[in-house]
């Protein structure tokens, strides 16, 4: 293997596992205050169980999402050397202020975890808020700087040489807003229908219902919500990509031919050597509307651009096609729930209902892997883009081939760990309430 | 505001190699123990660094972060050289983090707990060793200027950086210095039947920190490592290491008189005065290479990113130290007006 290829694979991999960790220990702890809200309102101690095992979720994730955000901020420097070298000076305000919320959180963490009948109630409940406010604000602000790479600004570059920085500037690149507003509502769509979807699956098996039907409705309404304004903010990402980056766009949707009216493609099979998508569903003008929002818009195809400037267009292909279309899916399910607890409670009683959604426990986070995928394929060969291909950021050293091997060795145990921990925490949540029955 | 820059580096330094350096050193000390010490210091650990031991790990991404924004160039070399090394280093936090969260946080208590006790009690004596490579490797003088690496081969641009004995020794005493802060912070944490426990590791570890201490700089000295040669000559480092040897005769009386307060300050500063006693000689100039030493000023970055970074880090520090204080003091982790 290459060592480019080599480099690409490990951050690809150890990224897909910190944003699954760091998705959860984000939201999880939205979940974790209502059921606390509800537990210091009513006192139904349904609710202290419930809180008591998601803050143990917290706490697990919050962790393991810390240490493999330590591993990805050093293996920036690592891996990309000349990349940090230029660039981290530019984008050292968002990863700066993101420590700073990282801590935060920590703190609030500590205050949350240890504090039970130690500190007075509503300030405990309090510190619980912190820790998801300052949780997300770290989200926005690493995306911030991932905006920074596929919209680079806050600097002149003349000569090879990067002038005249404004740090301010690139933490508030055109970039910024779209990808932080889509992140968040998919770190919440996949993080709540994940969540639920577990609960789900125990109120199918009939353990414990009672427990689980109040933790998958505290859940879902945060997914559903989310899901459902989701397609918004994609709408506004996909116009903003149209300007910014119309090779991404045209790998997403596989267009070759610069064309007024394009068609949009669902589906299908790509050929990169005959420039052909067979299979596909084909909607006449929706590209062009999407994109510009005027059916007859031209929209520039791939071969307007040279070929070591395109990115792989196949996987961008395919991981637009997956995110959209589980992102559609999911926005269905959320009405769904949406119609069951105002119209149709009834389908509450339903075993099909829960067994739905068990089954859509993980679509969120393959739909928000597949995204990730599209935005940074998408954006190769490009480090920064237009201005840095990722070959020139790869660090000299040879053989990171076998730093990759003890990633995946390591990363792989770890999820296997973590999700026996979480079966364990499930199990012994049963185990409790039936010994009190 | 390069000097605000660089006292936030140098206080996350200090704060990182101390608060982390104690929570390596508890696991150290686990591992070096008796199976019954075993468990009442697994007790302790939880009680006394449960609550925070997440910051004190950050300290280390504020410390790396302030380096790739206002030092890129020496940030550069580091990881260049040090990659193997620091790579370590990142798989021991990773399964130490993992595997402290497991032993407390796993729903049964059950056989699993001697896998996740045994992860924890090596990787907490893993990481440290190599932390100390690392710190060794930047000053003992076998790095390659980034700019000659074509004209080397692998293993002296990316192995010999840090595999040499200077770096190794390095490695042993930061390990060693570690589970010495362990067992000073922790004996005020403990009854009086367990306290003698610690109090017995502390004495010991104290010998290995001074002997091995010794050992490097004596290595040094003769092997004739610029930096220690340079540093033994020095009016301030000297001074500040006899110093902090000095400093253990009133740690022991006050450990004795139990008043801990006073003693986890004192092996404070004795962390305090090493680091001090090891920048001084020759600062801004740390950083060794084959061909002489390199300024942590070379190739500036921009006033505008130096303004910038330093109002961050004093709005992060405003909105940080309250808070983190006032955890420790809830949780009776510092007794601020102790009698």
């Known amino acids: 293997m290459e060592n480019i290829d080599a480099a690409r694979l490990q951050m690809a991999f150890t990224l897909i596992f910190?944003?699954?960790?760091?998705?959860?220990?984000?939201?999880?702890?939205?979940?974790?205050v209502v059921s606390h809200k509800k537990w210091l309102n009513t006192r139904n101690p349904i609710y202290l169980t419930l809180t008591k095992s998601w803050q143990k979720g917290v706490a697990i994730f919050f962790v393991t999402g810390a240490v493999s955000g330590t591993a990805l901020s050093f293996e920036l420097g690592l891996l990309w050397p000349e990349f940090m070298k230029h660039a981290g000076p530019i984008?050292?305000?968002?990863?700066?202020?993101?420590?700073?919320?990282?801590?935060?959180?920590?703190?609030?963490?500590?205050?949350?975890?240890?504090?039970?009948?130690?500190?007075?109630?509503?300030?405990?409940?309090?510190?619980?808020?912190?820790?998801?406010?300052?949780?997300?604000?770290?989200?926005?602000l690493v995306v911030s700087a991932n905006?920074?790479?596929?919209?680079?600004?806050?600097?002149?570059?003349?000569?090879?040489?990067?002038l005249n920085i404004d740090p301010v500037k690139a933490l508030f690149n055109p970039a910024w807003f779209n990808q932080a507003l889509h992140m968040t509502l998919a770190a919440f769509t996949a993080t709540g229908f994940a969540v639920a979807g577990i609960h789900a699956y125990q109120v199918y098996k009939k353990r414990n219902v009672e427990l689980h039907k109040k933790a998958f409705k505290i859940a879902i309404a945060f997914a559903a919500i989310a899901a459902i304004l989701q397609p918004l903010s994609g709408d506004l990402s996909a116009k903003d990509i149209a300007e910014r980056q119309p090779v991404k766009l045209a790998a997403m949707e596989a267009h070759y031919e610069t064309k007024?009216?394009?068609?949009?493609?669902?589906?299908?099979?790509?050929?990169?050597?005959?420039?052909?998508?067979?299979?596909?569903?084909?909607?006449?003008?929706?590209?062009?509307?999407?994109?510009?929002?005027?059916?007859?818009?031209?929209?520039?195809?791939?071969?307007?651009?040279?070929?070591?400037?395109?990115?792989?267009?196949?996987?961008?292909?395919?991981?637009?096609?997956?995110?959209?279309?589980?992102?559609?899916?999911?926005?269905?399910?959320?009405?769904?729930?949406?119609?069951?607890?105002?119209?149709?409670?009834?389908?509450?009683?339903?075993?099909?209902?829960?067994?739905?959604?068990?089954?859509?426990?993980?679509?969120?986070?393959?739909?928000?892997?597949?995204?990730?995928?599209?935005?940074?394929?998408?954006?190769?060969?490009?480090?920064?883009?237009?201005?840095?291909?990722?070959?020139?950021?790869?660090?000299?050293?040879?053989?990171?081939?076998?730093?990759?091997?003890?990633?995946?060795?390591?990363?792989?145990?770890?999820?296997?760990?973590?999700?026996?921990?979480?079966?364990?925490?499930?199990?012994?949540?049963?185990?409790?309430?039936?010994?009190?029955? | 505001m390069i000097y605000v820059v660089l006292a936030f580096l140098a206080v996350s330094l200090l704060l990182y190699v101390l608060l982390a350096g104690a929570d390596f050193g508890a696991g150290i000390i686990e591992l070096f123990s008796s199976k019954e010490n075993q468990a009442i210091n697994k007790k302790t650990v939880y009680q006394v660094m449960g609550p925070v031991w997440e910051a004190n790990h950050i300290w280390i991404i504020i410390l790396i972060v302030i380096?790739?924004?206002?030092?890129?160039?020496?940030?550069?070399?580091?990881?260049?050289?040090?990659?193997?090394p620091l790579t370590l280093v990142l798989l021991g936090i990773t399964l130490r983090g993992v595997a402290f969260v497991f032993r407390y946080y796993d729903a049964y208590k059950d056989s699993s707990q001697i896998l996740y006790d045994w992860m924890f009690k090596t990787s907490s004596l893993v990481t440290p060793i190599f932390l100390g490579l690392t710190m060794g490797g930047v000053v003992s003088g076998d790095i390659i200027n980034p700019s000659q690496m074509e004209n080397h081969s692998f293993l002296e641009v990316y192995v010999h950086s840090w595999f040499n004995i200077f770096s190794i020794l390095t490695g042993f005493f930061y390990a060693a210095l570690c589970a010495f802060l362990a067992s000073v912070f922790l004996i005020g944490e403990v009854d009086d039947t367990s306290k003698s426990m610690y109090m017995r590791k502390a004495s010991i570890a104290t010998i290995v920190v001074v002997s091995l201490g010794f050992i490097t700089l004596a290595y040094g000295y003769l092997s004739g490592i610029a930096f220690v040669v340079d540093f033994i000559s020095n009016i301030w480092s000297v001074s500040a290491i006899i110093v902090s040897g000095i400093l253990l005769f009133p740690l022991w009386k006050n450990i004795k008189s139990g008043r801990r307060i006073i003693s986890r300050a004192l092996a404070g500063m004795q962390i305090f005065f090493i680091l001090f006693a090891a920048t001084i000689t020759h600062f801004p100039n740390i950083l060794f290479t084959t061909n002489g030493s390199i300024s942590i000023y070379e190739h500036p970055v921009p006033d505008s990113v130096m303004n910038v970074l330093g109002i961050s880090l004093l709005i992060g520090g405003v909105l940080i130290i309250p808070g983190l204080i006032h955890l420790l003091t809830s949780f009776k982790l510092i007794k601020l007006l102790e009698k």
Request: aromatic share 16%; net charge neutral; glycine share 8%.
């Open chain 1, 18 to 32: 910190h944003i699954v960790f760091a998705c959860i220990g984000m939201v999880m702890p939205f979940f974790m």
């Open chain 1, 91 to 140: 984008i050292g305000m968002p990863f700066s202020l993101e420590g700073a919320a990282f801590f935060v959180e920590a703190v609030a963490l500590g205050f949350y975890l240890y504090g039970w009948k130690k500190i007075p109630e509503t300030f405990h409940w309090f510190t619980g808020i912190i820790v998801g406010i300052s949780g997300v604000m770290s989200g926005i």
């Open chain 1, 147 to 162: 905006g920074w790479m596929n919209a680079p600004s806050g600097f002149d570059y003349i000569n090879g040489e990067f």
């Open chain 2, 67 to 84: 380096l790739w924004i206002a030092f890129p160039h020496y940030y550069n070399i580091l990881v260049l050289a040090l990659h193997i």
């Open chain 1, 260 to 437: 007024n009216g394009a068609p949009l493609y669902i589906g299908g099979i790509v050929d990169n050597e005959t420039q052909e998508v067979k299979y596909k569903l084909e909607i006449p003008n929706a590209l062009s509307f999407l994109a510009f929002g005027d059916f007859n818009a031209e929209v520039k195809g791939l071969n307007d651009f040279p070929k070591d400037e395109q990115p792989n267009v196949a996987m961008v292909h395919y991981a637009f096609q997956t995110m959209v279309g589980l992102g559609t899916l999911l926005m269905i399910a959320g009405m769904l729930f949406f119609v069951a607890k105002y119209k149709k409670k009834s389908w509450f009683n339903m075993p099909k209902f829960w067994l739905l959604f068990a089954l859509l426990a993980p679509l969120g986070f393959v739909a928000l892997e597949a995204g990730w995928i599209v935005t940074e394929v998408g954006r190769q060969p490009w480090i920064i883009h237009n201005i840095m291909k990722t070959k020139d950021a790869i660090t000299p050293m040879p053989g990171i081939v076998f730093s990759l091997y003890t990633y995946i060795a390591v990363y792989t145990i770890l999820t296997i760990a973590v999700t026996w921990l979480m079966a364990r925490q499930i199990k012994f949540l049963n185990s409790v309430k039936t010994n009190e029955a």
